[in-house]
């Protein structure tokens, strides 16, 4: 079956730019999550979305980052006037519920130049 | 401030030895507790995990893991390592969201 998948794989992009990441979970998960990921670290928690809401942002850095998952299935991660510390991994994982196991997709490495 | 400890950055073994890794955390009430495994070039994958019931686990490939509620840990083993086993291993907590440790990243050497 399909897993979680994320588009770009890649993305380079130049300090100050704006960029969009994108998500596709699991059919029928109605959890999905955004995390960020940096060399030698774990996954840090960006933002959670029960169905279309952003039921938890309390991860997102600063004003910059901006989540959206308009119809409940697809979501998209946007990050306004890059700097070169955004540069990381951006994992998108999606469940059945909150507290049931995440299944996480390839990520999208970002890199601010 | 709760968080997620794994005490070791880097294990290196020759195959065949045991592994233990450690997880701490410092949350308190109920918890949902994994091990994820992320090999070279892959994505995150779920190793095992713990909601309730016998507090050792057994996961994927031989890994195990036990639930000392009193230590507030959940420590990952497999008794005979293999080449493959070469991975990063990240222990996480969900209380109400989920957070990660840090990570170890483990070397078998052939």
């Known amino acids: 079956g399909a897993g979680v998948s994320q588009t770009p794989s890649n993305k380079v992009t130049e300090k100050g730019k704006y960029v969009e990441l994108r998500c596709d979970p699991i059919s029928g998960h109605t959890a999905l999550y955004w995390y960020r990921q940096s060399l030698g670290q774990g996954p840090e928690f960006l933002i959670y979305?029960?169905?279309?809401?952003?039921?938890?942002d309390s991860g997102l850095p600063n004003d910059r980052f901006f989540a959206v998952r308009p119809e409940g299935s697809v979501s998209t991660l946007k990050i306004q006037r890059t700097e070169r510390g955004d540069s990381a991994v951006y994992l998108c994982?999606?469940?059945?519920?909150?507290?049931?196991?995440?299944?996480f997709g390839p990520g999208t490495r970002l890199l601010v130049l | 401030a709760q968080s997620v400890s794994q005490h070791n950055h880097h294990v290196i073994l020759s195959e065949a030895a045991s592994l233990e890794l450690g997880c701490n955390y410092s949350y308190g009430g109920t918890v949902n507790l994994f091990w994820y495994v992320q090999y070279p070039g892959q994505h995150l994958q779920l190793l095992l995990k713990y909601f309730s019931g016998d507090p050792l686990v057994k996961g994927i490939k031989g890994f195990e893991a036990e639930f000392i509620k009193s230590k507030f840990s959940f420590n990952l083993r497999k008794p005979s390592v293999q080449w493959s086993d070469t991975a990063e291993y990240f222990c996480?907590?969900?209380?109400?969201?989920?957070?990660f440790g840090a990570g170890t990243r483990l070397t078998v050497k052939p």
């Open positions: 994982a999606s469940s059945s519920d909150r507290r049931e196991t995440q299944y």
């Open positions: 979305f029960q169905g279309t809401g952003a039921a938890d």
């Open positions: 996480a907590v969900v209380n109400n969201d989920m957070r």
